[in-house]
Structures are given as structure tokens and as C-alpha cells.
């Protein structure tokens, strides 16, 4: 088979997961919800955790 451009190569996250902020109500379930689905084997929970607890705003600017 051939491909009219080269494999695009994507680039692996190295830095540490976000951890969630004390007090924090919605990242508390992100994390409960991130470490079951890590027990689970379910990596693509885990990611979409990951990014909910980068985006997730909080007052103050508090991450």
C-alpha cells in the first residue's frame, strides 16, 4: 500500500498527571472516578480524567 504523505507521529505526554484541588468537589469525583477506572484498565477514562482536572476552573486561579 501506498500513502501519499509520511505517518504523522504523535508526541506521548511525559509530565505528571494534574492532582485535584483540596476542597474541590468536582475534582474529588475526577480522581475517585480516574482511580477506578485505572483499576479497571480503562486508559482512555483515565486520559479523559486527566484532561477534565487540567480544564477544570477555579475561582481564584487555584490549580
Do not use: F, I, K, W
Request: net charge negative; aromatic share 2%.
Amino acid at each position: 500500500m501506498t500513502y501519499a504523505q509520511p505517518p504523522v507521529e504523535l508526541s506521548l505526554r511525559t509530565d505528571s498527571e494534574p492532582l485535584p484541588v483540596a476542597g474541590c468537589g468536582v475534582c474529588a469525583a475526577l480522581a475517585a472516578q480516574r482511580r477506578e477506572a485505572r483499576l479497571r484498565g480503562d486508559h482512555s477514562t483515565v486520559s479523559d480524567c486527566n484532561v477534565e482536572l487540567r480544564n477544570h476552573p477555579h475561582p481564584g486561579g487555584a490549580a
